[in-house]
């Protein structure tokens, strides 16, 4: 796996699902930290839009502990958020290298922004009138341009 694509406690499904049709796409593991808000069964999942939810590398963490208890040692945690300071694109992305991003409507908690250093927390760019992207758009910007640097895409 070159990427890993963390949610935390997604509350839309058709979000999700589309996430999870990229990974099978970029071939990324998909990881759900926290409750979702919803089913994550296969059929809830096809209802989502996904048809082949049973080809998703998913994992499931109860929490942000757990979540970082199992994260693998040579993988970088990366925040995705409205908060951070940099952009996306000022990072250099390397193999395994994880993306966390937060729930539709509060995003990451200020817990898990404050737990890690700020060089890890980044942003996707937009105009000072736009509060945020939809979040499997933004899942899908990150990720190409991690894939554009680690795969010479």
């Not at 099978?24 to 990881?31: D, F, G, K, W, Y």
């Not at 250099?92 to 995003?107: A, I, K, M, V």
Request: one cysteine or more; aromatic letters at 10%.
């Amino acid at each position: 796996m070159a990427l890993r694509i963390a949610l935390f406690q997604p509350e839309i499904p058709p979000n999700t699902g589309n996430i999870a049709r990229l990974c099978v796409a970029i071939a990324a593991e998909l990881h759900i930290v926290g409750p979702a808000s919803f089913d994550l069964s296969e059929k809830a999942a096809r209802r989502a839009g996904l048809d082949y939810w049973n080809q998703v590398n998913l994992s499931k963490h109860s929490d942000w502990e757990e979540f970082l208890e199992n994260s693998s040692s040579d993988s970088r945690i990366f925040l995705v958020s409205t908060k951070g300071k940099l952009s996306y694109t000022s990072q250099r992305y390397r193999e395994n290298d994880t993306f966390l991003f937060g729930s539709e409507t509060s995003g990451l908690p200020e817990k898990i922004l404050s737990s890690v250093d700020p060089s890890f927390v980044i942003r996707i760019p937009m105009e000072d009138d736009c509060r945020c992207l939809n979040l499997s758009n933004a899942v899908a910007v990150v990720a190409y341009e991690a894939l554009r640097q680690i795969k010479s895409w």
